[in-house]
């Protein structure tokens, strides 16, 4: 995207012709100085996509990484199917966890009716440290469809690719591998955390990938700063 002939946010906020009913004046203004920076936004991710899309080759991969499926053992390289591409999301329940992760389970919600389509384009996995039969059994209690569930045998993969913390806890982590010329390589994961972090802020990624925050941050009390999802309610 060259931006030198892209028009200016601003001017494009101009030429917005939506009207809510009621409107003050004073509203109006303001937002279309939020409109602008809101194109401005739109515009800035469309460039980090495309920088990632630019990475270079990432590692390869030389281990047999092993996984337990439901219907059997399987190699990483099994998880790409017919795709070429292939994202690993690990979710934090293992096997000391009495319950998962809420806020991986919150995600992976939202994401379960999501995975027919994503799985058009790229191959999808959920790998956690727990034994199959138990991930699959919270699959059924959640009413979880589509979400392709596996347990890290050895917790080989988990504590390569940053799903296990320094004492050995649960971590979450999403990653993303390539298969080209019968090679398989790591292409990008998220790398923001607490030392990456803006004051007052959790230690949060961009993209965010949890439909949950990018709904309350569109209401006027955003995203409580105490508060997190539960298993239940």
Known sequence: MDAQSLVSAVEL???????IPNESADYRRAREVLLAEEIELRRHIERVAEMRRALPPGGEVTKDYRFQGPDG???LGDLFGDKQTLVVYSYMYGPERERPCPMCTSMLSALDGEVPDIMQQAAF???GR???ERLLAFKRERGWHHLPLYSDIDDEYSRDYRAVGREGSDDAAYNVFTRRDGRIRHFWSEEMGPVTADPGQ???GAPDFMPLWTVLD???EGRPPT???KLSY
């Open 13 to 19: 906020a101009r030429r917005n012709t939506v009207r």
């Open 73 to 75: 053992p399987v190699g």
């Open 125 to 127: 996995a959920v790998v």
């Open 130 to 132: 727990s034994p199959i």
């Open 202 to 204: 959790d230690p949060r």
């Open 218 to 220: 569109t209401t006027p």
């Open 227 to 229: 508060w997190y999802p």
